[in-house]
């Protein structure tokens, strides 16, 4: 009997994993809102590409997954005319993009593309950064620029 009770519990454990996953799926693939979608639709009437020629190599090498990779599933105009600047946005956004299904985005090279991105918007959007800095608070402003600096640390020699 215990062991029936055993292979029941896994049995409701599994189903109700393989119900979650069939939801998120099905979130994945829901159509998005009409604000959402009028946004989307603007940051890819951009510009689909970005100037890396004054960047420091590693930046470079980091663009060239970037695009390879964002490429197999939208736009590169996307995340480039995107207003997502700080680095935590970054990196909320490259999270979400690496569980997409189909993303191919690996550990490391999301750590690259999040690398490109806060770099490039440190120099492209900087504008964008300092006015978002300034609604943070000092916490967060000092954070998300300590977090720009290690960026730039890493790749301006």
């Known amino acids: 009997m215990l062991m029936i009770n055993k292979l029941a519990t896994i049995l409701a454990g599994v189903t109700a994993l393989a119900l979650i996953g069939v939801g ?19 940051f890819e009437k951009g510009p689909a590409t970005v100037d890396i020629s004054k960047y420091p190599d590693g930046i470079k090498a980091n663009y060239e997954v970037f695009s390879q990779k964002c490429t197999q599933c939208h736009k590169l105009s996307r995340p480039i005319n995107s207003d997502y600047a700080l680095p935590d946005e970054w990196s909320r956004y490259v999270k979400r993009m690496m569980h997409k299904p189909g993303s191919g985005i690996n550990a490391a090279e999301g750590k690259e593309i999040y690398e490109f991105l ?40």
């Open 118 to 157: 806060v770099y490039d918007s440190s120099v492209r959007k900087k504008a964008m950064v300092d006015e978002k800095l300034a609604k943070v608070t000092p916490d967060e402003k000092k954070a998300a620029e300590g977090k720009i600096k290690e960026v730039h640390d890493l790749y301006d020699k």
């Open 24 to 42: 998120v799926a099905r979130a994945a693939d829901a159509p998005l809102d009409a604000e959402t979608k009028a946004r989307v639709e603007r």
